[in-house]
């Protein structure tokens, strides 16, 4: 159930106002979600956003993303 999934990470982690620990795994399982639900945009600025040391992970992914989205 991504959509659940998805809401839980964005309006229990990403939305709260003070920092925590869980906010990059949170962003990243986010992206995934949305991948898994069709919303590759999405999950790409998500990717793309990420300052955690996960970074570059993320930045490989959001190239993956938009390498698909092409012709």
């Known amino acids: 159930q991504f959509d659940v999934a998805a809401d839980w990470f964005k309006t229990r982690t990403l939305e709260l106002q003070?920092?925590?620990?869980?906010?990059?795994?949170?962003?990243?399982?986010?992206?995934?979600?949305?991948?898994?639900?069709?919303?590759?945009?999405d999950a790409r600025l998500l990717y793309l956003e990420d300052e955690s040391p996960q970074k570059h992970g993320n930045a490989l992914r959001a190239r993956r993303l938009a390498q698909r989205a092409m012709p």
């Not at 906010?23 to 898994?36: D, F, H, I, P």
């Open 18 to 41: 003070r920092e925590n620990r869980w906010k990059s795994g949170a962003r990243y399982n986010l992206a995934r979600c949305y991948e898994q639900l069709g919303k590759s945009v």
